[in-house]
Nanobody
Framework: QVQLVEAGGGSVQAGGSLRLSCAAS????????VAWFRQTPGKGREGVAA????????WYADSVKGRFTISRDSVKNTLYLQMNSLKPEDTAMYYC?????????????????WGQGTQVTVSS
């Protein structure tokens, strides 16, 4: 079974940084579109950042541009999300996504595989 496991979440003050990781098992992230989403209670998953299969293109939600960076370590088969200058509105459960079907890389319905999420809480 494909498994994605996120780690690195936690509680930080506004302006702080966190680095999330997503380790994949029984699935290779190399040469595939991958992404990070986030979700708050009562809402659907919001596309935060995505990385093209070749690793040369990225997509970011307007709300995180200039603050978040998505990257991949193909050797470790791990996806990362570096989050800097965190704001309270970044508080959410963060999920990595794989199994891209095509289309908009920041649309949650375009992915087949999801991790269980890691909680990020940003206080004022």
């Amino acid at each position: 079974q494909v498994q994605l496991v996120e780690a690195g979440g936690g509680s930080v003050q506004a302006g702080g940084s966190l680095r999330l990781s997503c380790a994949a098992s029984e699935y290779t992230l190399r040469n595939k579109v991958v992404a990070w989403f986030r979700q708050t209670p009562g809402k659907g998953r919001e596309g935060v950042a995505a990385l093209s299969a070749g690793g040369t293109a990225t997509w970011y939600a307007d709300s995180v541009k200039g603050r978040f960076t998505i990257s991949r370590d193909s050797v470790k088969n791990t996806l990362y999300l570096q989050m800097n200058s965190l704001k309270p509105e970044d508080t959410a459960m963060y999920y990595c996504a794989a199994g891209f079907r095509g289309g908009d890389p920041l649309r949650e319905t375009n992915y087949d595989y999801w991790g269980q999420g890691t909680q990020v809480t940003v206080s004022s």
